[in-house]
């Protein structure tokens, strides 16, 4: 592993920390749903909204598969394997020009897997190498892992650097309006890690928002632009609200999956740093997840003039009564988790840091079960 101290990036060059670091990413992605699914079940998540969010998260795991296959050969192909990018201080997720290149290789994947040999094809020279030439097909194991990048890339269900919104029906209202969940997903490109949208609009349109070939389209560009991690809730919300009169937006959430913290990848600072080194765990278990959720809510609805003999309505967003701090986080109320294994989590209950008692923690025992504690 490349470590410059003056950068906030490193690369990956070495095998075994690659392969390391991408196990402990199957560990943690396989463990999300579940997580996901306790807090549905607490925070009465619809049954559309936990779809939503589980493709999200089969997404995540998709892209870090993907990634692992690319890098497979990282430091036995010479330049061939080439190496992935991490950063190492703010995320410990891949750096955000990694999911574009990712794009920007599946825009071309058909065309390499009609240039490449067969998986079965690729197979056959390998054993003859190996067993005819008593050598280390190398070449030949990077382009079977080049193939088996560029499959997934084509299949697809992976998280993208942009996942652009979609607007799935959740029923008619009165005067005729109806309920729509508008959901979306960036990999926030400011602190490398993949953020994911939620919002209840109900539509006062004449047309199903979906089916509007003017309103549909600029709501989209619309959510997308305003899809960073440094604007409030409060402020996309209300620019959305502002800017399609017939839009009404009566939920929010923004969800933000990480950072991943680790004792041997990143370079944490604080309590979480202290933590992970009291809890010495053995390869495979030193790590933690933050999990994040911000919220927004409508609480009323006032009625605005718009020109000279009409009016239109406006939302009125509830934010956090309490010190002050809604008008700092621009959310109704914001919820944050970390999840770990055992061993991080005895070492954070015995130091009980102030900054983590009101943070929910799941934990992750050696059988893969997910229990929750506060």
């Not at 003056?6 to 560990?27: G, Q, V």
């Not at 071309?108 to 030439?133: C, F, S, W, Y």
């Not at 560029?150 to 309006?177: H, K, T, V």
């Given at each position: 592993m490349n470590v410059d101290l003056t950068r906030d990036h490193a690369d990956l060059s070495d095998a075994r920390l690659a392969r390391r670091y991408f196990a402990k990413f199957?560990?943690?992605?396989?463990?999300?749903?579940?997580?996901?699914?306790?807090?549905?079940?607490?925070?009465?998540?619809?049954?559309?909204?936990?779809?939503?969010?589980?493709?999200?998260?089969?997404?995540?795991?998709?892209?870090?598969?993907?990634?692992?296959?690319?890098?497979l050969l990282t430091g036995r192909a010479g330049s061939l394997g080439g190496e992935l990018t991490m950063d190492r201080r703010e995320s410990g997720f891949p750096v955000y020009t990694e999911l574009l290149t990712m794009a920007n290789d599946a825009q071309q994947a058909e065309r390499h897997l009609r240039n490449m040999p067969d998986a079965a094809t690729l197979k056959d020279?390998?054993?003859?190498?190996?067993?005819?030439?008593?050598?280390?097909?190398?070449?030949?194991?990077?382009?079977?892992?080049?193939?088996?990048?560029?499959?997934?890339?084509?299949?697809?269900?992976?998280?993208?650097?942009?996942?652009?919104?979609?607007?799935?029906?959740?029923?008619?209202?009165?005067?005729?309006?109806?309920?729509?969940?508008?959901?979306?997903?960036?990999?926030?490109?400011?602190?490398?890690?993949?953020?994911?949208?939620?919002?209840?609009?109900?539509?006062?349109?004449?047309?199903?928002?979906?089916?509007?070939?003017?309103?549909?389209?600029?709501?989209?560009?619309?959510?997308?632009?305003?899809?960073?991690?440094?604007?409030?809730?409060?402020?996309?919300?209300?620019g959305f609200d502002v800017d399609f009169d017939d839009l009404h937006p009566k939920r929010l959430r923004r969800i933000h999956i990480g950072p991943m913290y680790s004792s041997a990848f990143t370079r944490q600072s604080g309590p979480i740093r202290e933590v992970l080194e009291q809890a010495r765990s053995p390869v495979g278990e030193d790590w933690a997840l933050a999990w994040t959720v911000e919220e927004l809510e409508s609480e009323r609805v006032l009625e605005e003039k718009s020109g000279w003999f009409s009016t239109v309505e406006r939302e009125v967003f509830a934010l956090d009564p309490f010190s002050g701090r809604g008008v700092d986080t621009g959310a109704t109320r914001t919820e944050r988790a970390l999840i770990m294994p055992e061993r991080p989590y005895q070492a954070l209950d015995e130091m009980n840091p102030p900054g983590f008692r009101n943070v929910r923690k799941f934990v992750v025992n050696p059988k893969g079960r997910v229990l929750s504690y506060r």
């Amino acid at each position: 592993m490349n470590v410059d101290l003056t950068r906030d990036h490193a690369d990956l060059s070495d095998a075994r920390l690659a392969r390391r670091y991408f196990a402990k990413f199957e560990r943690i992605t396989g463990h999300l749903t579940q997580v996901a699914e306790a807090m549905q079940a607490e925070r009465g998540y619809s049954k559309a909204e936990r779809t939503v969010l589980a493709r999200y998260l089969r997404g995540v795991s998709g892209t870090f598969s993907a990634l692992a296959n690319k890098y497979l050969l990282t430091g036995r192909a010479g330049s061939l394997g080439g190496e992935l990018t991490m950063d190492r201080r703010e995320s410990g997720f891949p750096v955000y020009t990694e999911l574009l290149t990712m794009a920007n290789d599946a825009q071309q994947a058909e065309r390499h897997l009609r240039n490449m040999p067969d998986a079965a094809t690729l197979k056959d020279q390998m054993i003859r190498q190996i067993v005819g030439d008593l050598q280390i097909p190398t070449k030949l194991q990077f382009a079977m892992s080049q193939r088996v990048y560029y499959e997934e890339l084509l299949r697809g269900d992976l998280f993208w650097a942009q996942n652009d919104p979609e607007a799935l029906w959740q029923g008619n209202l009165e005067d005729g309006r109806k309920h729509f969940l508008v959901h979306w997903a960036v990999y926030d490109s400011q602190v490398n890690l993949p953020v994911i949208y939620l919002m209840d609009v109900v539509d006062s349109g004449r047309t199903a928002l979906p089916k509007d070939q003017r309103r549909w389209p600029e709501a989209q560009r619309h959510l997308m632009a305003q899809s960073s991690g440094g604007l409030k809730l409060v402020t996309i919300a209300k620019g959305f609200d502002v800017d399609f009169d017939d839009l009404h937006p009566k939920r929010l959430r923004r969800i933000h999956i990480g950072p991943m913290y680790s004792s041997a990848f990143t370079r944490q600072s604080g309590p979480i740093r202290e933590v992970l080194e009291q809890a010495r765990s053995p390869v495979g278990e030193d790590w933690a997840l933050a999990w994040t959720v911000e919220e927004l809510e409508s609480e009323r609805v006032l009625e605005e003039k718009s020109g000279w003999f009409s009016t239109v309505e406006r939302e009125v967003f509830a934010l956090d009564p309490f010190s002050g701090r809604g008008v700092d986080t621009g959310a109704t109320r914001t919820e944050r988790a970390l999840i770990m294994p055992e061993r991080p989590y005895q070492a954070l209950d015995e130091m009980n840091p102030p900054g983590f008692r009101n943070v929910r923690k799941f934990v992750v025992n050696p059988k893969g079960r997910v229990l929750s504690y506060r």
